[in-house]
């Protein structure tokens, strides 16, 4: 980790054990992370956020929220969560066109804090936004745009 002396010469790199794939050449199998929260020196919590192909959603297993731990300086992916966060599954919102009803593929921000007795509590949220493109502009009915929701979750760690 660089000091504030040696932080401006510091190179920014991926963590030691994160894919290194280009989003170009990535698949649904590819680790796709968003938001990360440092529990401590040894302990991340990354937003994976899916690859963003509703098809692939439901079956993704690294979408979610991932714990993963430095061992032996290589960060280690320990386990994916999902439960809850109904991935693949479409949602309807209010004054958008059912044919278009986006499902959740995973999460992005995320935050946290260490409680007191040493457990995290981390929130983490996905805003899904299913926008119709035209040419110059965004499409519009009735005066609202296509499709925002915005779902956001909690989980405590014990």
């Known amino acids: 980790?660089?000091?504030?002396a040696t932080a401006e010469a510091t190179p920014i790199t991926v963590l030691t054990g994160f894919p290194t794939t280009?989003?170009?050449?990535?698949?649904?199998?590819?680790?796709?992370p968003f938001g990360i929260w440092f529990a401590?020196?040894?302990?991340?919590?990354?937003?994976?956020?899916?690859?963003g192909v509703a098809a692939d959603a439901a079956t993704?297993?690294?979408?979610?929220?991932?714990?993963?731990?430095?061992?032996?300086?290589?960060?280690?992916?320990?386990?994916?969560?999902?439960?809850?966060?109904n991935l693949g599954t479409p949602y309807s919102v209010p004054?958008?066109?059912a044919s278009?009803?986006?499902a959740t593929d995973g999460l992005r921000n995320i935050t946290g804090k260490v409680?007191?007795?040493?457990?995290?509590?981390?929130?983490?949220?996905?805003v899904h936004c299913q926008l119709e493109w035209r040419p110059g502009r965004r499409s519009e009915q009735a005066g609202h745009d296509y499709g925002c929701s915005r779902q956001y979750y909690r989980v405590r760690f014990g």
């Open 115 to 126: 409680n007191a007795d040493g457990t995290a509590t981390i929130w983490g949220g996905h």
């Open 60 to 85: 993704s297993t690294k979408a979610g929220l991932q714990k993963w731990s430095l061992v032996s300086g290589t960060w280690q992916l320990d386990y994916v969560l999902q439960k809850g966060l």
């Open 22 to 32: 280009l989003a170009k050449n990535a698949d649904a199998t590819t680790i796709y």
């Open 1 to 4: 980790m660089p000091t504030l």
């Open 40 to 51: 401590n020196a040894n302990t991340l919590y990354v937003g994976d956020e899916g690859d």
């Open 100 to 102: 278009l009803n986006p």
């Open 95 to 97: 004054n958008y066109p």
